[in-house]
Each structure stands twice: as C-alpha cells, then as structure tokens.
C-alpha cells in the first residue's frame, strides 16, 4: 500500500440499504477526513479524525457515521441510503489536523437507486 | 459560514498563461490551499499560501493578499496535460478545509 486507499471504487446501491465505505493509509497520519464531491458544490466535509479514538462531525455529517479504531483506517457508513447521497466519496488525510497538507485517496464512486 | 469563489469555466490556448481567481469571505483565515483535479481522479495538492505575497514553484505560482480576501493561482507555458480543475480551499477558526466549486481550465492546441 502506498498512500491512502478506498474501496469500492465504485458501488450502485438500493436505497435503504446500509453500506461501508473503506479507508486506509499508510503515512501513518494521525487526521483523517471524509468528503463528498457533487457538481457545482465542491468538496464538503463529512466526518473527520484528529487522532485515533476521537472522530467529529463536519459540514454534513446527518446520515453518515464514522469510526477510528486504529492510526490507519476510517470507514464511512451510511445506515440506511438515500438518493440524495448519490455522490463521489473521497478519503484524505494529514500529518497533524490543522494546517498541515492533506492527501486524498482516488475515491469511490456511490450511486443510490 | 464560508464563502468561497472562482470561475467555473477557462480556456486557453497551450503555451499561453492563465489565471484563475478566488476570492473568499470566511471565520477567521489560517491558509489557503490550492490543488489540482484531473477528471476521475483524486485532488493533488499545488500550494499552500499563509502569508501575503508571491510563491513560485516552477510553472505554478499562487498569490495571496490577506487583506482583500483575495488569491490567485497562475499557470505559465500552459501544457494539455494541464487541462483539470483547480481547487481553491481555505482553513477557517475551525482549522478545517472549505473548498470552493473549482475552475475547470481546458487548454486547447
């Protein structure tokens, strides 16, 4: 592994199903983030983790939950999907949280029918 | 909340330079970060600008005036492979990102 990975790359989803959304570096980076990508709307803020153990809510955190259990992984759930998180799902992390550089992860690519 | 803006769309022409422009209302001001997004592919970090004035880095340079809320990213000697969109991100108070819509250059022949 080299950087940050996610998967699925890519995932068609029914709505109201549950779904996992998976995330994993290598830099050993102790701030990780989760941010969705829509036309027209840039990246917004989902979730984030200042450290291992401790998570936080974003710009739009309502129907999303996170965990960080270790350095290295940050999953994204989402308990029961809606159309509406019909979106591209990207993973990034940082040295420190603050102002130190981010990295992003290639993405998942999530539609909800 | 925070306010950030850029063009959606610019074109140019390969060899020429182009700038792109964002401007930003924000809480508080702690960076700002520009990168760059090639279609299907994840954001790759460009600069990163705190104080107000110029940094070069080969043929990206971004600049900053802190005090018009203002930044701008310039690409010199244009090249295809430049053709992406650029994000513009500021770190507020809260010491998180907000990134603006982004500005997709198309850089024609």
């Known amino acids: 592994i080299a950087g940050i990975t996610q998967a699925p790359t890519s995932q068609i989803l029914a709505a109201g199903r549950r779904m996992t959304l998976r995330c994993t570096q290598d830099?050993?980076?102790?701030?990780m983030y989760w941010y969705r990508q829509d036309l027209g709307l840039g990246l917004r803020l989902i979730h984030y983790?200042?450290?291992?153990?401790?998570?936080g809510k974003g710009e739009v955190p309502d129907g999303y939950s996170v965990s960080r259990a270790n350095t290295d992984d940050f999953p994204l759930t989402l308990a029961s999907a809606v159309p509406s998180q019909t979106s591209v799902y990207f993973c990034?992390?940082?040295?420190?949280?603050?102002?130190?550089?981010?990295?992003f992860g290639p993405g998942t690519r999530l539609t909800v029918l | 909340g925070q306010n950030i803006d850029q063009p959606t769309e610019m074109t140019a022409t390969e060899g020429a330079i182009v700038q792109i422009n964002c401007t930003y209302q924000?809480?508080?001001?702690?960076?700002l970060f520009w990168y760059q997004q090639h279609a299907g592919e994840a954001p790759t970090f460009l600069s990163y600008?705190?104080?107000?004035g110029l940094e070069e880095k080969g043929r990206f340079s971004s600049f900053l005036s802190r005090s018009k809320g203002y930044s701008y990213l310039l690409l010199k000697e244009l090249q295809m492979k430049d053709s992406a969109s650029y994000l513009c991100?500021?770190?507020?108070?809260?010491?998180?990102?907000?990134f603006g819509a982004g500005t997709t250059v198309t850089v024609r022949a």
């Open positions: 983790s200042n450290t291992a153990g401790t998570t």
């Open positions: 600008n705190v104080l107000d």
């Open positions: 990034a992390s940082s040295d420190a949280s603050g102002t130190d550089t981010q990295y």
């Open positions: 991100a500021v770190i507020g108070n809260d010491y998180k990102l907000s």
């Open positions: 924000t809480s508080g001001f702690n960076g």
């Open positions: 830099m050993r980076h102790n701030a």
